[in-house]
């Protein structure tokens, strides 16, 4: 009986880090999703006021690099790789001041994240 009993309290502590662990992932990058997400899809509007969206690229790159460790518990290499690369693209694209590949990178990063996003979400569906 004592033996069942540590089995059934092992079980609750791995699904509760378990569940925790993914719900901490998900809202990461739920919270980078919407500062991608809040970057203008039009060069011009880069134009306008490029400090102000450099910051706001800058604050997406930190965010990135400050997630990026946890992730690679629990996500594949190659959908990291690939959101990588869109950030690393997206900062460097903006401080060329090529604003085109800033809208092409913007674009690869939200669907790179909703990628992401789809592989930690829980549900029956990411188990079955």
Same mark, same amino acid.
């Given at each position: 009986?004592?033996?069942?009993?540590?089995?059934?309290?092992?079980?609750i502590?791995?699904?509760?880090?378990?569940?925790?662990?993914?719900?901490?992932?998900?809202?990461?990058?739920?919270?980078?999703?919407?500062?991608?997400?809040?970057?203008?899809?039009?060069?011009?509007?880069?134009?306008?006021?490029?400090?102000?969206?450099?910051?706001?690229?800058? &604050? $997406? *790159? @930190? =965010?990135? !690099?400050?997630?990026?460790?946890? /992730?690679?518990? #629990?996500?594949?290499?190659?959908?990291?790789?690939?959101?990588?690369?869109?950030?690393?693209?997206?900062?460097?694209?903006?401080d060329?001041?090529?604003?085109?590949?800033?809208?092409?990178?913007?674009?690869?990063?939200?669907? &790179? $994240? *909703? @990628? =992401?996003? !789809?592989?930690?979400?829980?549900? /029956?569906?990411? #188990?079955?």
């Amino acid at each position: 009986m004592k033996s069942v009993r540590i089995a059934i309290i092992l079980l609750i502590l791995i699904l509760i880090f378990s569940l925790s662990e993914s719900f901490l992932v998900t809202a990461h990058l739920k919270r980078m999703f919407r500062s991608a997400a809040a970057l203008p899809s039009e060069p011009y509007v880069y134009e306008t006021d490029h400090e102000s969206y450099k910051e706001s690229i800058e &604050a $997406l *790159r @930190r =965010l990135w !690099e400050k997630g990026f460790p946890y /992730l690679t518990y #629990v996500s594949g290499y190659s959908a990291l790789n690939r959101a990588d690369e869109a950030v690393v693209t997206l900062c460097v694209a903006y401080d060329c001041k090529n604003y085109d590949d800033s809208i092409l990178a913007r674009a690869q990063l939200l669907d &790179a $994240l *909703r @990628r =992401l996003l !789809e592989l930690e979400r829980v549900s /029956l569906s990411s #188990v079955f």
